[in-house]
Nanobody
Framework: QVRLAESGGGLVQPGGSLRLSCAFS????????VAWFRQAPGKEREGVSC????????YYADSVKGRFTISRDNAENTVYLQMNSLKPEDTAVYYC???????????????????WGQGTQVTVSS
């Protein structure tokens, strides 16, 4: 059973930075993908970024390109989301998700991820 647990959320001022962590376990296939989604109040959940297990292929939503960086530490079974130049519109609950159905060139969609963490709140406000 795949398990994922997010940490690192909090309150930050506009222009500030946060680093989210996703500790995972239980993947049985050599190929898997860990993704970050977010859901703001009153809005649908949207894909933010993801990273493949087998190489350094990554994906970023247009709204975060150039500001967010995803990375992984295989020894620690952890994926990080470094978020810089944060804006109020980045305020959301951020979820970590795991799956094996996303491939390079695909859109980042919830349906491709079977396992989810509980979420961590990120609030960008002065």
């Amino acid at each position: 059973q795949v398990r994922l647990a997010e940490s690192g959320g909090g309150l930050v001022q506009p222009g500030g930075s946060l680093r989210l962590s996703c500790a995972f376990s239980g993947f049985t296939l050599d190929y898997y993908v860990v993704a970050w989604f977010r859901q703001a109040p009153g809005k649908e959940r949207e894909g933010v970024s993801c990273i493949e297990s087998s190489d350094d292929i990554t994906y970023y939503a247009d709204s975060v390109k150039g500001r967010f960086t995803i990375s992984r530490d295989n020894a620690e079974n952890t994926v990080y989301l470094q978020m810089n130049s944060l804006k109020p519109e980045d305020t959301a609950v951020y979820y970590c998700a795991g799956g094996s159905m996303w491939y390079d060139g695909d859109a980042l969609e919830e349906v491709d991820f079977a396992s989810w963490g509980q979420g961590t709140q990120v609030t960008v406000s002065s």
